[in-house]
């Protein structure tokens, strides 16, 4: 197992303030492919919504607590302390606290590609908005962006085809997106 140098010094912790943290713990490379390893703590009845991975796998080994998880259009199971889930690339899913303690996992993702960007984002962005949800500039510019990568499936396509458009025009014209004048460039689609 080799550990990759990387510019950003771990691990990296984020909170979306609405039950969920994430740590990103550090890079590794094995057998050529690159993986970032994670540790999460999520409250009762927190967790993400409805999203897909378009070019990552990720993988949750329970420390403590009950996961619920929902894979689109099929019924919802839990898994407990000591088992695992893992979400494959193009698989819509979710999962939640279903247990009434801190829900910990650790786990990986790979490869990590912008994901450490973008639900770093996702999470600042949820926090400042107050509401539980990335506030709606921030939602279209990031899904905009990395569509190749990322998707929430709990955006209608109304909103993203139609609103979220209008709202990128209006926001850039307010200097709406100088926050990601630096963001890094999307993986293009395989």
Not at 126 to 155: C, Q, V, W
């Amino acid at each position: 197992m080799e550990t990759l140098t990387m510019e950003k010094n771990y691990p990296v912790t984020i909170d979306n303030g609405h039950g969920e943290r994430l740590t990103f713990l550090g890079r590794e490379l094995r057998d050529g492919v690159e993986y970032v390893q994670v540790e999460n703590q999520v409250s009762p009845g927190a967790g993400p919504p409805m999203h897909v991975h378009h070019q990552q796998h990720e993988s949750l080994h329970i420390l403590e607590g009950k996961m619920g998880i929902e894979v689109l259009g099929k019924q919802p199971y839990f898994v407990h302390k000591g088992e695992s889930a893992t979400f494959e690339p193009g698989i819509a899913h979710r999962f939640w606290n279903a247990g009434d303690t801190v829900l910990h996992c650790k786990g990986e993702i790979w490869p990590p590609h912008n994901i450490e960007y973008f639900l770093g984002e996702i999470y600042r962005s949820s926090r400042e908005n107050g509401h539980g949800r990335p506030g709606a500039f921030d939602s279209a510019f990031l899904l905009k962006k990395y569509h190749t990568e990322f998707d929430m499936l709990g955006i209608p396509a109304f909103v993203k085809k139609v609103v979220f458009p209008v709202i990128l025009f209006l926001g850039k014209m307010r200097g709406k997106d100088k926050p990601f004048q630096n963001a890094p460039e999307a993986q293009p689609a395989p």
